[in-house]
């Protein structure tokens, strides 16, 4: 039956769409595979229409954990005697429910002891890491999951001659799954959840998403709340299973070194087995409306910065390609829109825009930090930041932009579109996507067309529509440390002893199954020219056979090791003009026109001065490259931006715990030579001059 439905649904598309397949099995499962003979391996995954938002409210956290217990195997996985393992399990699932209707202290840690003994006896006589070992044991990498707020994917690469087995792994999963170690594995999410309370941009998220988003389930964390997490029961984590991982709310994607025509019946045989059933239904919230400025503060930031809460559109909407270009119009990659100007310009700190889509609401986001000033170590007003941003937004909501810059924003998307065609994971993600939100393939393989396609008009529309300057919430990030809901303390139980040297029937039938044969590409180093440029310098060029985008990359053998201050210059470089030729953002502008990006960076061995763009405007952008390398045009204002950047880090990072984990690293791997040793002096900052 299935050949006749791959037959019936094969996409005859254009360009990348001669290697796509789209089909359904008889159960309702979605598959979606990407044939790329040029690749050597294939990257794979299985995601679920189902996510945080789907919990129950006095559940939260559920789409989470399960996806951490996705991986303790099955009836078969893992599962050295189930028969005596099953009863352990179903008195498991039964504690956990007695343990939610208990309140007394002393009897819930008495309950809490009875399922530890209980889950040491079932650790005793099962494997909770046979999967991840079994996966290991076919080479297959990155072998990981993820849970949002719309979805949970499991994914992994792995070499294309060992498709048969990862689809006899991947599959068997999600047949009578064992949520195994549920009481150790709390201890990882704890932690998780721990973690969180010490990161500042973690408290920054969950304030912005709370007023964001308020009255909808994408308010909350993804993690869940601590009340919820701290009582668990599994026989809702099992239910949550049973009404969401259903085949017509999950889709299988292959892309990679496979052949969809030889692989259609294994996905039948394997893939097919889930039990069909019927979609849940779906809660539905009224979105968000924002009819006039509100504004909210919270002291939870290393430094100050204003979220200014626009209208969006959710995942699909006929607006959403014109609504991104509008939102570039005012921050692109590029430099060129107006909010950029008022960084190259001395005016904030930094400033972007960036569309937060969801499957079902959206919003869009504009970010500005306000000027750090060097000379009074101190930083100017949230107010001010947000007076001059609401100035360059009414700018484009208004129509006052140049109709070049749509055009080279339009080119530079097209571009990443087809920059991700490059990778197998991207592309992967492209398709994962489509089937979350209910996009129509052939428009997602249309991409560029449907980019292209946006006008002038278009973005003007959309730009006074949802970028309305007296409809927005300003959200006023504050210096100060989060109120942290206090850290979850973990447990002191026994650990489980799980037993060494076994295996379950299932790893020795799978490892007796047939590999295929594949021929595999692997990356030809006689291919790369080399050509001396002079005495000292060498080109190495190798042809790009995916696209006609360039990547240019000049590393010159030295760094801050040699000289302290290279890393401040390399950050001057990236905001330069061209001496009696360009401003900064003029520059940029001529770029954008050719379509090409660049950047500087510095390391303690190497300064790296990258450049993409199109072949055909390569000559050009060279030819602007050269220029600003031989005359750069620097000046005092942007040298005291960049100063204020540096001291203001500093200022805060003694309460940053991923500053000083990285100081702590830095430490340990290199001593003395740390770089937060070997930095410049707050006085050597303040001293630095750009001649």
Excluded at 46 to 75: C, Q, W
Excluded at 135 to 158: P, Q
Excluded at 170 to 198: A, T
Aim: proline content about 5%; some cysteine; glycine content about 6%.
């Amino acid at each position: 039956y299935l050949a006749g439905i791959v037959l019936a649904l094969l996409f005859a598309t254009p360009v990348f769409g001669q290697g796509l397949k789209a089909f359904k099995l008889k159960n309702g499962l979605s598959v979606y595979i990407w044939e790329d003979a040029s690749k050597s391996d294939v990257f794979g995954l299985v995601a679920v229409r189902a996510g945080s938002i789907n919990e129950p409210e006095e559940y939260t956290g559920l789409a989470h954990y399960l996806e951490h217990v996705m991986f303790k195997g099955t009836d078969q996985i893992g599962a050295l005697d189930w028969a005596q393992e099953q009863p352990i399990y179903n008195e498991i699932i039964a504690k956990y429910d007695q343990r939610a209707a208990e309140t007394d202290p002393e009897k819930l840690k008495a309950i809490d002891t009875e399922i530890n003994e209980l889950t040491r006896q079932a650790g005793a006589i099962s494997l909770p890491t046979e999967y991840s070992n079994l996966m290991e044991s076919i080479g297959a990498k990155g072998v990981n999951a993820g849970t949002t707020y719309d979805y949970t994917y499991y994914y992994s690469s792995f070499p294309a001659y060992q498709v048969n087995k990862w689809l006899e792994i991947s599959s068997q999963r999600f047949i009578n799954p064992v949520f195994r170690s549920f009481q150790p594995e709390l201890e990882n999410v704890y932690e998780e959840y721990n973690r969180s309370q010490d990161n500042p941009q973690q408290a920054i998220s969950s304030f912005f998403l709370s007023k964001a988003f308020e009255g909808h389930p994408y308010s909350r964390d993804i993690i869940g709340l601590p009340e919820h997490l701290k009582n668990p029961q599994l026989s809702k984590l099992i239910e949550f299973y049973n009404t969401w991982y259903v085949p017509e709310n999950m889709v299988l994607v292959l892309v990679g070194n496979i052949n969809a025509q030889q692989v259609a019946r294994r996905i039948a045989g394997s893939f097919g087995r889930l039990q069909a059933k019927p979609l849940p239904q779906r809660k539905t919230y009224p979105d968000l409306r924002i009819e006039e400025r509100k504004q909210y503060t919270a002291k939870v930031g290393p430094y100050p910065q204003v979220y200014m809460v626009f209208p969006g559109v959710p995942a699909g909407h006929a607006d959403e390609n014109a609504l991104d270009i509008a939102l570039s119009l005012l921050s692109n990659s590029s430099q060129t829109g107006t909010l950029d100007k008022l960084t190259l310009d001395g005016e904030l700190t930094a400033g972007g825009t960036y569309a937060q889509t969801f499957r079902e609401q959206g919003r869009s986001v504009v970010v500005a930090i306000p000027l750090y000033d060097e000379s009074q170590r101190r930083w100017e007003s949230n107010k001010s930041a947000e007076k001059k941003t609401l100035e360059a937004i009414e700018r484009i909501a208004h129509g006052e932009f140049e109709d070049w810059k749509i055009e080279a924003i339009k080119a530079e998307m097209c571009r990443n579109f087809d920059l991700a065609m490059e990778s197998n994971e991207q592309k992967a993600n492209i398709l994962m996507d489509a089937f979350i939100n209910d996009k129509d393939l052939n428009r997602v393989l249309g991409y560029k067309d449907e980019i292209m396609a946006v006008t002038t008009d278009d973005v003007k529309r959309v730009a006074s529509q949802y970028l309305n300057a007296d409809h927005y919430i300003a959200l006023y990030i504050e210096q100060g440390k989060p109120k942290k809901d206090g850290k979850i303390q973990k447990p002191d139980y026994k650990p489980v002893e799980p037993p060494v040297g076994k295996q379950s029937l299932y790893a020795t039938q799978l490892k007796s199954m047939p590999i295929g044969q594949v021929e595999e590409k692997f990356i030809d180093f006689s291919n790369v020219q080399v050509k001396p440029l002079n005495d000292r310098s060498k080109m190495y060029y190798t042809p790009n056979t995916e696209n006609n985008i360039f990547r240019l990359v000049l590393q010159y053998g030295a760094g801050t090791d040699v000289f302290p201050k290279l890393d401040v210059a390399a950050n001057l470089m990236n905001n330069a003009g061209v001496m009696g030729f360009y401003e900064p953002q003029g520059l940029k502008e001529e770029l954008s026109k050719l379509n090409a990006t660049c950047y500087v960076t510095a390391n303690d061995n190497y300064l790296t001065v990258v450049m993409e763009g199109y072949d055909q405007t390569l000559t050009q952008a060279c030819q602007l490259l050269s220029r600003q390398i031989l005359m750069p045009k620097l000046d005092d204002k942007q040298l005291g931006q960049l100063k204020g950047n540096i001291l203001a880090t500093r200022q805060q990072r003694k309460d940053n715990v991923s500053m000083l984990n990285d100081a702590l690293r830095q430490y340990l791997l290199y001593g003395e030579k740390s770089d937060y040793i070997n930095e410049l002096t707050d006085k050597e900052v303040v001293e630095l001059q750009i001649s």
